[in-house]
């Protein structure tokens, strides 16, 4: 299954409905968090994902983006530096992700244009929020693809589709070394 949603794992599809937020950092709570289940990479190679949402907060108002990542937490990896962010340095080696949610976090925003012309909000960079700085909206959500519950209603409809796919799909297992 190749898709553009594999071509960069922090690469953020909006809905054309939807207004891109603004370049920049934003002050950002963690909103939600997908347990995407072990899929087929861009590489053909299965891979753990793990979706992000986070509600920033710019001069335009409230807006929402979200983040594919591979869920490791290997030295430099993304999921490993967004956990850092949001809760300080790790000392174990397991942390339940569920304790992201709610957390404020900064998120810096770039738009790229696509292979096809248009242009999307990816997801730079997430880091600690800076001392002082208020965070964003409070809407939770946890989703896990092994619960049998359907994607929640409240996600964008790609984003539910996507879900349901996945959700859908055979999961992969993968060899313990």
């Given at each position: 299954?190749?898709n553009?949603?594999?071509?960069?794992?922090?690469e953020?599809?909006?809905?054309?409905?939807?207004?891109?937020?603004?370049?920049?950092?934003?002050?950002?709570?963690?909103?939600?968090?997908?347990?995407?289940g072990?899929?087929?990479?861009?590489?053909?190679?299965?891979?753990?994902?793990?979706s992000?949402?986070y509600?920033?907060?710019?001069?335009?108002?409230?807006?929402?983006?979200?983040q594919?990542?591979?869920?490791?937490?290997?030295?430099r990896s993304?999921?490993?530096?967004?956990?850092?962010a949001a809760?300080?340095p790790?000392?174990?080696?397991?942390v339940?992700?569920?304790?992201?949610?709610?957390?404020?976090v900064?998120?810096?925003?770039?738009?790229?244009?696509?292979?096809?012309g248009?242009?999307?909000?990816?997801?730079?960079?997430?880091?600690?929020l800076?001392?002082g700085?208020?965070?964003?909206g409070?809407?939770?959500?946890?989703?896990k693809?092994s619960s049998?519950?359907?994607p929640?209603?409240?996600?964008p409809t790609?984003?539910r589709?996507?879900?349901?796919?996945w959700?859908d799909?055979?999961?992969?297992?993968?060899a313990d070394?």
């Amino acid at each position: 299954m190749h898709n553009a949603l594999y071509n960069n794992p922090v690469e953020i599809l909006i809905e054309s409905t939807v207004q891109k937020p603004p370049e920049g950092i934003h002050p950002a709570k963690i909103v939600a968090i997908y347990d995407l289940g072990t899929v087929e990479g861009w590489d053909g190679k299965p891979v753990r994902q793990i979706s992000l949402t986070y509600r920033l907060n710019s001069e335009h108002g409230e807006s929402d983006i979200s983040q594919c990542v591979k869920a490791t937490t290997a030295p430099r990896s993304t999921l490993l530096t967004i956990i850092e962010a949001a809760i300080g340095p790790v000392r174990s080696s397991t942390v339940p992700l569920h304790q992201l949610v709610g957390k404020a976090v900064a998120v810096g925003v770039v738009h790229k244009t696509t292979s096809r012309g248009s242009e999307i909000a990816v997801v730079g960079r997430v880091t600690r929020l800076r001392h002082g700085v208020p965070p964003a909206g409070t809407g939770l959500i946890v989703w896990k693809r092994s619960s049998g519950h359907p994607p929640p209603a409240s996600m964008p409809t790609w984003v539910r589709k996507k879900m349901t796919e996945w959700a859908d799909a055979p999961v992969v297992k993968v060899a313990d070394k």
